[in-house]
C-alpha cells in the first residue's frame, strides 16, 4: 500500500470519527434543567435573607 493511499484512509477515518461524536445532549439539558431549577428553589427559600446580605454589602461598600 503506497503512503498517500494510507495516508487517506487514516484522515477519513478521522473525520468519520470526529463528525459521529455529537456529546451528550440529552445529559446537558437535565444538568440545565436542574440547576435552574435549584436556583429557583434557593431563591424562593432564602430571597429574604439574600437580599439583606446584598444591601449590607452594598452599604459597606459604599459608605466607609
Given at each position: 500500500m503506497n503512503?498517500a493511499r494510507?495516508?487517506?484512509i487514516?484522515v477519513?477515518?478521522?473525520?468519520?470519527?470526529?463528525?459521529?461524536?455529537?456529546?451528550?445532549v440529552?445529559?446537558w439539558?437535565?444538568v440545565?434543567?436542574m440547576?435552574a431549577g435549584l436556583v429557583?428553589?434557593?431563591?424562593?427559600i432564602?430571597?429574604?435573607?439574600?437580599?439583606?446580605v446584598?444591601?449590607?454589602?452594598?452599604?459597606?461598600v459604599s459608605?466607609?
Open positions: 503512503i494510507h495516508l487517506y487514516r477519513t477515518s478521522w473525520l468519520e470519527d470526529l463528525s459521529s461524536d455529537r456529546g451528550d440529552p445529559g439539558v437535565l440545565t434543567v440547576t429557583t428553589a434557593i431563591w424562593l432564602a430571597d429574604d435573607q439574600l437580599t439583606q446584598l444591601n449590607r454589602a452594598i452599604s459597606s459608605q466607609p
